[in-house]
C-alpha cells in the first residue's frame, strides 16, 4: 500500500487541537428551492429600492441631494468640461436649484460656438462626465 501512512498519537492530537481552534464555519447559505428566511425577506423590503420608484438621474436632482463632492458637466459639442464645488454651487444657486439648470447655465455663460442661429448656438451637456 504505497502512499498510506499511519500518523502517531501526537499527530493525531495536534490535528485534533488544530480543528478546535478553527472558527465554527456558519450556517450554508439556502439552497435555491429552501424557502427564504424571514430576516432575508425583511432587508429586501427595508431596502428603499423596493418602493417601485426608479433612480432619479443626476441631473434631475437639487443640489443638495447629490452625495458628490465636485460636480462636474462636459459639453458633447465642443469637448469642455465645466466643474465646480457642490458647495460653491449651493452657494451661488440655492440648495432647491436643479443640477440639469445649473449646469446648463455654467456652459452656456461660457460657450464659445455662437453662431447666431438659435438652433446651433449653444454647449450640449453630457451628464456622465
Known sequence: MAGWRMYSRKQIDQLTERTKAQPKASAPDPAP???IPDAMWQSLLDDPR???KPKVSIQ???LADIQHHMLR??????????EMQKAEA?????ADAI???VGQRLLD?????????HEED????????
Open 33 to 35: 428551492a429552501d424557502p
Open 50 to 52: 423596493a418602493a417601485g
Open 60 to 62: 434631475q436632482c437639487r
Open 73 to 82: 458637466v462636459a459639453c458633447s459639442r465642443c469637448s469642455r468640461i465645466v
Open 90 to 94: 449651493i452657494r451661488y444657486f440655492g
Open 99 to 101: 443640477w440639469k439648470n
Open 109 to 117: 455663460q461660457t460657450c464659445t460656438n455662437r453662431t447666431g442661429r
Open 122 to 129: 449653444g454647449c450640449w451637456p453630457n451628464w456622465n462626465a
